[in-house]
């Protein structure tokens, strides 16, 4: 998946978009409650075919050979789409006595916290094959049990409601679909290994774009099995679908978006050099399971930003066209969802296998899986030239930033930061969460991993994370079976490989040791120098990031006082306000600034301050700059000439790898 901020970030982002912390917290006031909605049709408008043998699913090389009964049927209409429904019927023929388990999915691929899509599910009805209605249970919160009629047959009927457009739910409305599969189909205990058939009942002028298999009839599509299915999302709506050949398999790009065949086009050819960039890391593109890998691209201003990977194909949304610098904003999801057809898709932590679909998955492996994929994401941007030597060099800062910011990263391992997954991945919850201090994103605390890392083989060891990369995907990655890896790995596993792409166990046991299993702060200024970078500090006063403005005027503390701040030992925190600083009242962010600027970093000035509770008091507080450094090539600030060793390092780190 592309990169979340964690919560403090997003406070800091919104503040500096112009929302007042105040306009955050309203965020967490329950709607009122809506009119009951109109009933149902008494028929569900769309049927699937009953009595039809089912077909034989597409079958991949190493796919299981026997059928494990009829194909589960789904179609899927549209008859609401201005009010973001979807009617679905569920078919499952030849069923054995008992009660069928129906069931939604509680978790989804490539997002690790937990979701209950049951919740957008209603109009539910259950019949047999001659539509009469069979009785239905809820013995829990996540599905029904439906006892089959004399036919063995169940049609499960139900409305979705769909009202987002991104990688982990689904979006409707009277222009496009776009659905991850988890959100949309139900699915019943016992019968995962069946076919799969799913009709579409798309709307006039609507194109489909999925890595499903066409299955013959018009808009129909087939999976081996429903794990298959799960993985494979779906986007319906005007497209411009652009394909290329690729060492003998189909690229295919399909864009939903108000941009002319030309941007599109031009579009076009900026993936592909980001194919050509990944697949020479790891030296090939893997043997897609039908020979096509799709990226689903929806640049519509409904659809909310995301990337989510999947085996043959990754969702790519965001409001944004492909006019001028969106393109290449676009373009950092597409570099960082297609290196993940290879970096956890099939190079697979083993903690992630199965997948379950009824509960959370933890992994200690996410410093990897999505850590080292951001790095690669905005290192592919440098190789093909997207980004020049600065904007990169930015994200590096960005990286080491981020970590020598984090209080969490003082005492907590990469392992450790993998396993808050699955909270922090999109796991809302009401009740406030102290992530601004005992959490750094996974993709950060990585990508810094994988920084260091590559430049500590360069230096050290005449070896490249890219061989690294190649390794693993050589031992753990390219075979593959049943549409699954056949050796996912441990983080032995990886030590393993490390220890022999460096020539070198020990380094690699600590690495291990240090950076994995350990919270020791990589070695970035030693490290970047082998590439004639310096790490110089930003000296910015932390409480400007600090505190926000409200639409009363109020200089309030925005988010969790980070541990080791000022506020933090004046024993402020989140919703205290800052009455007056140095004596001077505080009504506008001109106020604030104005006080700043007239001090250096770690004065300590006299407040006044009302806590959230509406107490008063005076307080010495302590003007404590953040840890934040940019990165900066040694020739450009300090006027150092680069050693041969430097350049030719930088050099090569940074080239395309295309041959
Ligand atoms: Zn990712």
Request: charge should be neutral; glycine fraction near 6%.
């Amino acid at each position: 998946m592309s990169n979340l901020k964690y919560a403090t970030r997003l406070l800091a982002l919104a503040l500096c978009a112009g929302l007042a912390p105040a306009a955050l917290w309203a965020q967490t006031v329950p709607p009122r409650p809506r009119p009951a909605p109109a009933k149902p049709a008494a028929k569900p408008a769309a049927k699937a075919k009953l009595g039809a043998p089912a077909k034989p699913a597409a079958k991949a090389p190493g796919a299981p050979a026997k059928a494990a009964g009829p194909a589960v049927r789904y179609a899927v209409a549209f008859p609401n789409a201005v009010h973001h429904e979807a009617r679905i019927t569920a078919t499952f023929a030849g069923l054995p006595p008992g009660p069928l388990r129906v069931r939604m999915a509680r978790s989804s691929p490539g997002r690790y916290s937990q979701h209950d899509f049951i919740k957008n599910v209603y109009y539910v009805v259950a019949t047999d094959g001659a539509d009469h209605p069979l009785p239905t249970a809820r013995p829990d919160a996540y599905g029904w049990d439906v006892t089959p009629g004399a036919d063995g047959t169940v049609v499960f009927h139900y409305t979705l409601y769909a009202n987002r457009s991104d990688g982990t739910y689904a979006g409707v409305d009277a222009q496009h679909a776009h659905l991850n599969a988890p959100a949309v189909f139900c699915y019943a205990l016992g019968l995962e290994n069946r076919p799969v058939e799913v009709q579409f009942n798309a709307l006039p002028d609507w194109k489909i774009a999925t890595q499903l298999q066409p299955a013959g009839e018009k808009n129909t599509f087939s999976a081996p099995n429903w794990a298959y299915l799960m993985d494979s999302p779906t986007m319906l709506g005007a497209q411009q679908v652009r394909t290329w050949e690729e060492d003998g398999q189909t690229i295919a790009l399909a864009v939903m978006s108000p941009d002319t065949p030309a941007a599109v086009d031009e579009y076009m050819q900026r993936v592909q050099q980001v194919v050509r960039e990944e697949k020479a890391i790891f030296g090939e593109l893997p043997t897609y399971d039908f020979g096509r890998y799709t990226f689903l691209a929806n640049y519509l201003p409904q659809a909310t930003s995301d990337g989510m990977e999947h085996r043959n194909s990754t969702s790519l949304t965001a409001p944004r066209d492909l006019q001028g610098a969106n393109a290449l904003s676009n373009l950092g999801t597409v570099t960082h969802e297609f290196f993940h057809a290879w970096n956890v898709k099939r190079i697979r932590p083993k903690d992630l296998e199965p997948f379950n679909f009824q509960r959370t998955n933890m992994s200690d492996a996410l410093w990897l899986a999505e850590g080292f994929t951001q790095y690669y994401g905005e290192l592919t941007l440098r190789r093909t030239h997207d980004y020049d030597d600065a904007a990169f060099f930015d994200k590096v800062s960005d990286w080491v930033s981020e970590r020598l910011n984090s209080p969490g990263a003082r005492y907590t391992s990469a392992v450790g930061m993998s396993q808050q997954a699955v909270f922090a991945d999109r796991g809302a919850s009401i009740d406030p969460v102290n992530t601004a201090n005992t959490f750094l994103s996974y993709y950060y605390y990585g990508a810094g991993l994988a920084l260091a890392l590559d430049l500590e083989l360069r230096r050290d060891h005449r070896a490249t994370l890219d061989q690294y990369m190649q390794a693993l995907w050589q031992q753990y990655g390219k075979k593959q079976a049943n549409f699954a890896p056949t050796r996912p790995y441990t983080l032995p596993d990886c030590q393993r490989v490390l220890g022999e792409v460096a020539h070198d166990t020990a380094y690699a046991g600590q690495f291990f040791r240090r950076y994995v299993y350990g919270h020791e702060q990589p070695r970035f200024a030693e490290d970047l120098q082998a590439a004639g970078l310096a790490v110089v500090p930003t000296h910015q006063l932390a409480l400007g990031e600090q505190v926000g403005f409200d639409p009363q005027g109020r200089c309030l503390v925005a988010g969790n006082a980070l541990i080791g701040s000022g506020l933090y030992k004046a024993g402020l925190d989140v919703g205290d306000q800052l009455l007056m600083l140095d004596d001077k009242p505080l009504r506008a962010p001109a106020d604030l600034d104005a006080v700043l600027k007239r001090h250096a970093p770690n004065q300590i000035v006299s407040a006044q301050v009302r806590t959230r509770a509406g107490a008063e008091r005076a307080v010495q507080l302590l003007l404590n700059e953040t840890a934040s450094v940019q990165v900066q090539r040694t020739e450009a600030g300090a006027k150092t000439p680069l050693t041969p060793a430097q350049q030719s390092l930088r050099d090569a780190w940074l080239a395309s790898q295309v041959r």
